[in-house]
């Protein structure tokens, strides 16, 4: 028998193969394979429920603000009739105010309440001439005016002559 062939070796000790490589077929395009009837009607279910459910999120969602826009807008007009009624009710109380402050109804509760009646006659006190003179004011009691052109303040002037009368 003959010893067992040994294969002559290549670079770096490799043993080279005892028969030629295989020549790979040239490379070209694959075309996809085409899908299933059954998948393309799989994927378009998915699709369209897929694009409803955003339907349908977009619509529930402009629902939920369109009602918090109308409770919004609920409270708002509650509010503009409170307020109206308010000011209502302030323009009456306002009425009621310059009815009670009148100088007529003050005499009239000053007579029946408190029991007061008008004087027979008015007295203005005046002071008299060197008084007056000495105090800047004319007799009738008016303030003059001094050289400076201030203002004479009478009652600081004139509160030591009372005393403790007022």
Do not use: N
Not at 91 to 97: A, K, Q, S
Not at 140 to 147: E, F, P, V, Y
Request: no cysteine; glycine share 8%.
């Amino acid at each position: 028998m003959s010893p067992p062939a040994v294969a002559p070796t290549g670079r770096a000790g490799r043993v080279a193969p005892e028969h030629a490589p295989r020549r790979r077929p040239p490379l070209r395009v694959v075309e996809r394979p085409e899908r299933s009837p059954r998948a393309r009607r799989r994927r378009a279910a998915a699709v369209g429920v897929l694009a409803a459910l955003l339907v349908f999120g977009a619509l529930f969602g402009m629902t939920v603000f369109q009602t918090i826009l109308v409770q919004g807008q609920a409270r708002l007009d509650r509010l503009d009739q409170r307020i109206a009624a308010e000011q209502q009710r302030l323009e009456g109380l306002r009425v009621d105010v310059a009815a009670l402050e009148a100088p007529e109804r003050i005499v009239a509760e000053a007579e029946r309440r408190l029991g007061m009646v008008p004087p027979d006659e008015v007295v203005y006190v005046s002071p008299p001439a060197e008084l007056a003179a000495e105090l800047g004011v004319d007799p009738a009691g008016r303030a003059l005016s001094s050289g400076t052109g201030e203002q004479v303040d009478e009652w600081s002037q004139v509160k030591p002559y009372l005393g403790s009368r007022p």
